[in-house]
């Protein structure tokens, strides 16, 4: 499934030359990955199973549109200040955005924010099945202790 990050009329122009258009600006789940995509500085894929979690959020107006990042584990492909969608990463994610860096959370403006994370939940939900049907199963075949007898 692929979506779509969000630029404003305003901002488009500004993005335009670093290949921020239609075509490589969306975020799309396929084969077990999440790949991302704004412009030739940003094309990133992460596994699902290092996703922890996605959620509607807020961009500052301060923090800037384009590709940013506080160089704290925060990286923001940001096309517009509404429809933003922060995504949480279980350990962080090494990226490239004009150098490399790593990425706890991501913030993305998306066309769709909730049909996103709604297809995100169900994709990781369905990622994370086969580690949980692995766990229960080595935890039912592991042998229990036995009981010793009371003496006296």
């Not at 991302?36 to 959620?55: C, I």
């Not at 350990?91 to 150098?99: L, W």
């Amino acid at each position: 499934m692929r979506f779509n990050i969000l630029t404003s009329p305003f901002w488009r122009y500004f993005l335009l030359p670093l290949g921020a258009n239609a075509e490589r600006a969306f975020v799309e789940i396929a084969n077990g990955e999440l790949n991302v995509r704004f412009g030739w500085p940003f094309k990133q894929s992460f596994p699902l199973d290092e996703v922890e979690g996605a959620s509607p959020s807020h961009w500052p107006v301060l923090g800037g549109i384009g590709w940013r990042t506080n160089f704290r584990g925060n990286v923001g492909l940001i096309g517009t200040y509404v429809n933003i969608v922060e995504i949480r990463f279980k350990q962080p994610q090494r990226v490239r955005m004009f150098f490399p860096l790593n990425c706890s959370r991501l913030y993305v403006s998306i066309e769709d924010p909730r049909d996103f994370i709604a297809a995100l939940g169900k994709a990781t939900d369905i990622a994370e099945q086969p580690k949980r049907e692995a766990v229960a199963a080595a935890a039912n075949s592991r042998p229990r202790p036995r009981r010793r007898k009371k003496s006296g």
